[in-house]
């Protein structure tokens, strides 16, 4: 297994930042790719980011691109979502999630292992 843990989430004014963080336990996290996904109250859950196994592709949900970062250390087994210019609309629960293989996964059903959150809540 690889079990992940997720923090850095919080409370933030709009307009603020904060950064996430996801360390994975395992001997397999550089192999594979990894991604955030948020689930807003009353909401679906949401794809946000992605990035391959190296950290040389990325991508990111629409509403994200320009304000949120994802980025991984391969030597700390963990990956990052920097989150800047925050909105309302962004609060939710975070979830990392790492993917069954090495490329970009936009679908929850390409991932095999979840973390337990982290909550985001951003006051206007």
């Known amino acids: 297994q690889e079990p992940l843990v997720e923090s850095g989430g919080g409370l933030v004014q709009a307009g603020g930042s904060l950064r996430l963080s996801c360390a994975a336990s395992?001997?397999?996290?550089?192999?594979?790719?990894m991604g955030w996904f948020r689930q807003g109250p009353g909401k679906e859950r949401e794809f946000v980011a992605a990035?391959?196994?190296?950290?040389?592709?990325?991508d990111y949900t629409d509403s994200v691109k320009g304000r949120f970062s994802i980025s991984r250390d391969n030597i700390k087994n963990t990956v990052y979502l920097q989150m800047n210019s925050l909105k309302p609309e962004d609060t939710a629960v975070y979830y990392c999630?790492?993917?069954?293989?090495?490329?970009?996964?936009?679908?929850?059903?390409?991932?095999?292992?979840w973390g337990q959150g982290t909550q985001v809540t951003v006051s206007p």
């Open positions: 999630a790492i993917g069954a293989g090495y490329g970009l996964e936009y679908r929850g059903s390409g991932y095999h292992y």
């Open positions: 395992g001997g397999t996290f550089s192999r594979h790719s």
């Open positions: 990035i391959n196994w190296s950290g040389g592709s990325t």
